[in-house]
Each structure stands twice: as structure tokens, then as C-alpha cells.
């Protein structure tokens, strides 16, 4: 493996395998990753441990990533769709490590070379499903790609966009909705973090605190407005689920405040 594999947003992901692997090893993990210590081994040193201050903000966020890969899982399974899309998939190891129905088709789209750091560590590793990867910047024309690959939009869908809307800006990240909107078959369901009006005032507070610096430097805002209403605008019927409520239910309750919230939606025929 080259030296410094992942650049600019794509390292985000290698944070969230972090996260993951350390979870992963603990008796009472609420998901087992047995990939993501792979991933942070392959790439030494390009993200540094946290200390000092980072320390607790490092804890928030791994939270935060802990509570919502265990709930994106279950909403996966439960969903039990024929066809899943992970947009901005990045080192999820879904496809390796879930229990999929027969015949499940997973299609996992991130930047190019995140997929290609993805694909060098897991070329040993057999997925429990039809895997495709879809490589695309998803502030571009990434449906046709996705459809080349034989996404088939007449098939209900369950699309999973873990992580990625806060690096997209207004413009983009209402257009990715869009375009998922449009490719959804009645019976499809998508799931994602849940943004008010109020978020923008927690993230104005995240990025005037240096620990979050090599997070908060990328990120561009994400949806405007309620994204529960953007989605009920469009046809979706939504559900909020605020982070404390999953984490108490998990057996992990959060300690301090954690107002943010995850949201799946189910599109009605
Ligand atoms: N969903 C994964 C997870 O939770 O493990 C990755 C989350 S990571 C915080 C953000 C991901 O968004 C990275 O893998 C990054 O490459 C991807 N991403 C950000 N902007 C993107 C874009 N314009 N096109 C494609 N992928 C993008």
C-alpha cells in the first residue's frame, strides 16, 4: 500500500473505520467490523490518534458514529429490499458483514480513490451479497454511473447515505435527494442524519473549536431547512429518531447532551 493513501474528504472515511475497529474489539459491541482495524492499519499515520482537547470531541463524534452504524445496520436488514445503494459508502463493510437476504444486490459509490484503498484491502475478503462498486463524485452525474452498473430504478430501494450530506453544499446536497428521489420505486427507503435550522448554530459552534478543525474545514452545510420536511415534500414519509433514544435503547446511553437525530424515510406507491 503507497504511503498517505487517502486525501482530502476521502480521509474522513479512514476516521470512521477507526471508530469502528474500536468498537469492534469491545465485549459489548454493538456491531462487529472484523475489516475496519484493516483499513486503519493499511494507512499508518494518516489520521492522527486524538489528544488533549480533540480527545472529547473525538469521543462525541465516535459516538455519534457508533450509534448510527448500529442503527444503519438494523434499518438495512429490516428494510429487506432486493437493492441497496450506499451512497458515499467509503470503508462500510456492510456488504462483507451483514446478513443479507439471498440475492441482494449492494451497489457502494464514493470517490474513485477511496473505493481503490477499499478494494486493495478487502481483495481477500468474499461479500455476503452481489457487490458492485460504483466509483463517482456524487456532486456530479453519478445516477448514469450507477445505472451502467445495473442499478435498476424500477426495483424498490433502500439507499443508506451515512456521513456524507455536511460535505455537500445546499445546491448539492438537495440535488443527491433529488436524484434519489426520482430512482425510487414506491416500497423504496432511505435513511440519513437528520438536519433542522438549528443545526447550522451547532455547527458554527463545531468549527470555532481548533480539535474539529480537520473535520469542520470540509464541510460545506449540507441540506437547508428541516430535511424531515424537504422529505415529506417529496413523497416520503419520515421518522425521526433522536441519537440519545437509539443509544439508551442499545444499552449505551449517551452521557451529556447529543442533540442530534437520525432519520429514515419509506416512499409510499
Ligand atoms: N458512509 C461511510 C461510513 O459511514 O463509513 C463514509 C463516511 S465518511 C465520513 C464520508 C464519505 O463521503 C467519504 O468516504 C468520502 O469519500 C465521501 N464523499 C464526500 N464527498 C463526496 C463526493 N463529492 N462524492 C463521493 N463521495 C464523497
Known sequence: MSEQPLVGVGRTALGVARVRAHES???DRLFDDPYAAEFVAAAPGVIPEPDGDRKHVGMVFAMHAIIRTRYYDDYLLAAGLPQVVLLAAGLDTRAFRLPWPAGTQVYEVDLPDVLAFKEKV?????????????P??????WSTALTD????????????VEGLL??????????LLTEITVRSAPGSQVAF??????TAGVLTQARATPAMAGYSSLWRGGLAGDSADWLRDHGW???VHPLADLAAGY???????????????MRDG
Open 149 to 160: 452498473a445495473g442499478f435498476d430504478p424500477e426495483r424498490p430501494t433502500a439507499w443508506l
Open 237 to 239: 414519509r419520515p421518522s
Open 193 to 198: 442524519e437528520y438536519t433542522t435550522t438549528a
Open 122 to 134: 478487502l481483495a481477500d475478503a468474499t461479500p455476503d451479497c452481489h457487490r458492485t462498486t460504483v
Open 25 to 27: 474489539a469491545r465485549p
Open 166 to 175: 455536511i460535505y455537500l453544499d445546499n445546491e448539492a446536497a438537495e440535488r
Open 251 to 265: 444499552g449505551r446511553p449517551l452521557r451529556g447532551t447529543a442533540a442530534s437525530s437520525l432519520l429514515s424515510a
Open 136 to 141: 463517482a463524485d456524487l456532486r456530479e452525474d
